[in-house]
T-cell receptor, first 113, second 110 residues
Framework: KAGVTQTPRYLIKTRGQQVTLSCSPI?????VSWYQQTPGQGLQFLFE???????NKGNFPGRFSGRQFSNSRSEMNVSTLELGDSALYLC????????????FGPGTRLTVT | SQQGEEDPQALSIQEGENATMNCSYK?????LQWYRQNSGRGLVHLIL???NEREKHSGRLRVTLDTSKKSSSLLITASRAADTASYFC??????????WGAGTKLIIKP
């Protein structure tokens, strides 16, 4: 089985711009979740999608949003980028929920200048 | 912050020795998972222990869970150079969110 893929792998954006990150889960996995990882805050849960519905959301501002398509692929969008949004964004998929083993993609390294 | 806490923050041991790292959390949980992250393989799931379990083994890994103390430990026996990585615990709370610890950086010296 192919693993979780994320595109792009690296991205440089300017403050105020918006960005869309993409994630393709493992075939058959219905739950897709997103995380932000920074040296200062560690790994923080952004949101989880299941069957095209956002099932859970972490404590992030409304500038962070996402969606899931019928084929389980997911996108994450960050609008009005701030310097503090520079981070590694990780996507993970699992069979059913966060209570199952999470399979992580390699991440998208976002740098905001 | 909702993060769990792990200790130690960093651990350096000789190859062949055992490594123990601990994770504490704040609220009741459904399950607790341990993950490893290194630059080569990214974030990889190691083991999941449910709230009604007390101990679980997987190869050289042994995980214990004490829900009364809200803590878990991960033991890696007979460490190898390839075990050099950061280790994270993640707890699924009653709101079905996954809360992560800050991680323990493990260095195995040859």
């Amino acid at each position: 089985k192919a693993g979780v893929t994320q595109t792009p792998r690296y991205l440089i954006k300017t403050r105020g711009q918006q960005v869309t990150l993409s994630c393709s889960p493992i075939s058959g996995h219905r739950s897709v979740s997103w995380y932000q990882q920074t040296p200062g805050q560690g790994l923080q849960f952004l949101f989880e999608y299941f069957s095209e519905t956002q099932r859970n959301k972490g404590n992030f501002p409304g500038r962070f949003s996402g969606r899931q398509f019928s084929n389980s692929r997911s996108e994450m969008n960050v609008s009005t980028l701030e310097l503090g949004d520079s981070a590694l964004y990780l996507c993970a998929s699992s069979l059913e929920s966060l209570g199952y083993e999470q399979y992580f993609g390699p991440g998208t390294r976002l740098t905001v200048t | 912050s909702q993060q769990g806490e792990e200790d130690p923050q960093a651990l350096s041991i000789q190859e062949g020795e055992n490594a123990t790292m601990n994770c504490s959390y704040k609220t009741s949980i459904n399950n607790l998972q341990w993950y490893r992250q290194n630059s080569g393989r990214g974030l990889v799931h190691l083991i999941l222990i449910r709230s009604n379990e007390r101990e679980k083994h997987s190869g050289r890994l042994r995980v214990t869970l004490d829900t009364s103390k809200k803590s878990s430990s991960l033991l890696i026996t007979a460490s190898r150079a390839a075990d050099t990585a950061s280790y994270f615990c993640a707890t699924e709370n009653s709101n079905y969110q996954l809360i992560w610890g800050a991680g323990t950086k493990l260095i195995i010296k040859p």
